[in-house]
């Protein structure tokens, strides 16, 4: 019944953009963070982005350098990870995870504060 699919993911070139997007259903979503994560092949699983319930705040790993934006849309229970000027190091399985605290304060960065999961996406850049 719980649903978080992730979608638009693929292989891109050097430099160039993918937008993924997670359409979730079956749980609440519009009073929870959500996040994006991703897990390399041999590494573990970092954050990537996140967007708070309100959508008013966001935060991101440092390692991404502004080349990433997280948005939301409440209406269409969806979250949005737009990537841009993209790189080897990008190439990963990107996760959609719902917070599990409702009206958490602050983004979380833990994993384990994440509850729900969707199935991974791949993407892949290549130089």
């Known amino acids: 019944q719980v649903q978080l699919l992730e979608s638009g993911g693929g292989l891109v070139q050097t430099g160039g953009s993918l937008r993924l997007s997670c359409a979730v259903s079956?749980?609440?979503?519009?009073?929870?963070?959500m996040g994006w994560f991703r897990q390399a092949p041999g590494k573990e699983r970092k954050f990537v982005a996140g967007i708070s319930w309100s959508g008013g705040s966001t935060s991101y790993a440092e390692s991404l350098e502004g080349r990433f934006t997280i948005s939301r849309d409440d209406v269409m229970n969806m979250v949005y990870l737009q990537m841009n000027s993209l790189k080897p190091e990008d190439t990963a399985n990107y996760y959609c995870a719902r917070d599990r605290l409702e009206y958490r304060p602050l983004i979380s960065t833990y994993e384990g504060n994440y509850d729900y999961w969707g199935q991974g996406i791949q993407v892949t850049v290549s130089s």
């Open positions: 079956g749980l609440p979503f519009y009073s929870y963070t």
